[in-house]
């Protein structure tokens, strides 16, 4: 037996998604980065990565995770945007004041053990002890990862949720 769609927690997304939808026009995009550009960034609801570099919908391809960290996932995608969907540049773009960078594992881990009586400790969150060492790591570990496309560019800058601006730097 299926599970029914739970309506009730999600009515107000397919309300909104039918106002959407009356008004939309087909841009014709296609699934490659217009502006050849990939940003890893952190699920942050705070952070607009497409606002943040003055792009559009088409324009770049956004992959998000607690803390912005380079997983093997993460390679996994670029890997594939690299050679099926025009990424040439990576942006690795962390911010002030994550969650991800204001505990260690243990801290997080109890905190959701004693909150919600759940053990998560068989999960590595990546906490970021120092986001700086972590941003230039990432940013290393993209650059020597020998399955992207030849001549991909990566850089790392810290985005300010006070102030909107995105930091560079040097790696």
């Known amino acids: 037996?299926?599970?029914?769609?739970?309506?009730?927690?999600?009515?107000?997304?397919?309300?909104?998604?039918?106002k959407f939808s009356a008004d939309f026009t087909d841009q014709h995009l296609t699934g490659i980065a217009a502006q050849k550009l990939a940003i890893i960034t952190?699920?942050?609801?705070?952070?607009?990565?497409?606002?943040i570099v003055g792009m559009n919908p088409?324009?770049?391809?956004?992959?998000?995770?607690?803390?912005?960290?380079?997983?093997?996932?993460?390679?996994?995608?670029?890997?594939l945007a690299s050679f099926l969907l025009g990424v040439e540049r990576v942006l690795v773009m962390p911010h002030t004041e994550c969650k991800m960078a204001s505990a260690t594992e243990l801290e997080i881990h109890t905190e959701i053990l004693e909150t919600y009586g759940v053990d998560t400790r068989s999960v590595e969150i990546k906490t970021?002890?120092?986001?700086?060492?972590?941003?230039?790591?990432?940013?290393?570990?993209?650059?020597?990862?020998?399955?992207?496309?030849?001549?991909?560019?990566?850089?790392?800058?810290?985005?300010?949720?006070?102030?909107g601006q995105l930091n560079p730097v040097d790696i």
């Open 128 to 163: 970021v002890a120092d986001q700086m060492a972590a941003l230039k790591q990432d940013v290393e570990r993209i650059r020597t990862y020998p399955l992207l496309a030849a001549g991909v560019t990566v850089a790392g800058a810290i985005y300010d949720v006070h102030t």
């Open 58 to 79: 088409g324009d770049v391809k956004i992959l998000r995770n607690a803390g912005a960290r380079v997983t093997d996932d993460v390679l996994r995608t670029l890997m």
């Open 42 to 51: 952190c699920m942050d609801s705070r952070i607009s990565p497409l606002e």
């Open 1 to 18: 037996m299926e599970n029914q769609f739970p309506h009730a927690q999600f009515d107000d997304l397919l309300v909104n998604n039918q």
